[in-house]
T-cell receptor
Framework: EAGVAQSPRYKIIEKRQSVAFWCNPI?????LYWYQQILGQGPKLLIQ????????DSQLPKDRFSAERLKGVDSTLKIQPAKLEDSAVYLC????????????FGPGTRLTVT | AQSVTQLGSHVSVSEGALVLLRCNYS??????LFWYVQYPNQGLQLLLK??????LVKGINGFEAEFKKSETSFHLTKPSAHMSDAAEYFC???????????FGKGTRLHILP
């Protein structure tokens, strides 16, 4: 079974530029999550989708971050404009959404903002 | 509200020695508890989880954890460390029937030859 796919794996941009990350969850997983993992910290949930609807985006900085999950499968996370403090690993995860809490993680995208 | 505290951001053990990574949680509802491992430049991989039932949970790679409600703890152990266990370990909690997981800050495990 294929795992969660993410691209790109690495991205370096200058502050005030924009960037987009892509995630393809495990087939059949209804729930998709985007996490931000700053160096030295645990992952922090940015947004959670159930199919193509947003369940929780309370921690998403909506002035600069946006995410969508068209058709309830793939998802993109965008940052515009980026700030230095956005440097982090962005992890995508998916789950069946049955309330068991087991999430499967992709390899992440390491973003460096200079 | 839920939270997780991992004691020690770095832990070093000798190869073959006991591994003990400490985790305490706070939850207003019966918790689901997890340990994830993250190898360099990789995503998180589930080691084990506690949902209900037996409080001693066995996971992959010889790890196990015990849920102690009275101590609000879920410490991770392995009897004999291997060099390949060097990684970052995250304890996490979620509420019953709640997909939202709260992670601790992580503990980096170093294995000394």
């Amino acid at each position: 079974e294929a795992g969660v796919a993410q691209s790109p794996r690495y991205k370096i941009i200058e502050k005030r530029q924009s960037v987009a990350f892509w995630c393809n969850p495990i087939s059949g997983h209804a729930t998709l999550y985007w996490y931000q993992q700053i160096l030295g910290q645990g992952p922090k949930l940015l947004i959670q989708f159930q199919n193509n609807g947003v369940v929780d985006d309370s921690q998403l900085p909506k002035d600069r971050f946006s995410a969508e999950r068209l058709k309830g499968v793939d998802s993109t996370l965008k940052i515009q404009p980026a700030k230095l403090e956005d440097s982090a690993v962005y992890l995508c995860a998916s789950s069946l959404g049955q309330g068991q809490g087991e999430q499967y993680f992709g390899p992440g995208t390491r973003l460096t903002v200079t | 509200a839920q939270s997780v505290t991992q004691l020690g951001s770095h832990v070093s053990v000798s190869e073959g020695a006991l591994v003990l990574l400490r985790c305490n949680y706070s939850s207003s509802v019966p918790p689901y508890l997890f340990w994830y491992v993250q190898y360099p430049n990789q995503g998180l991989q589930l080691l084990l989880k506690y949902t209900t039932g037996a409080t001693l949970v066995k996971g992959i790679n010889g790890f196990e954890a015990e849920f102690k409600k009275s101590e609000t703890s879920f410490h991770l152990t392995k009897p004999s460390a291997h060099m390949s266990d060097a990684a970052e370990y995250f304890c996490a909690v979620s509420g019953l029937r709640d997909d939202k997981i709260i992670f601790g800050k992580g503990t980096r495990l170093h294995i000394l030859p």
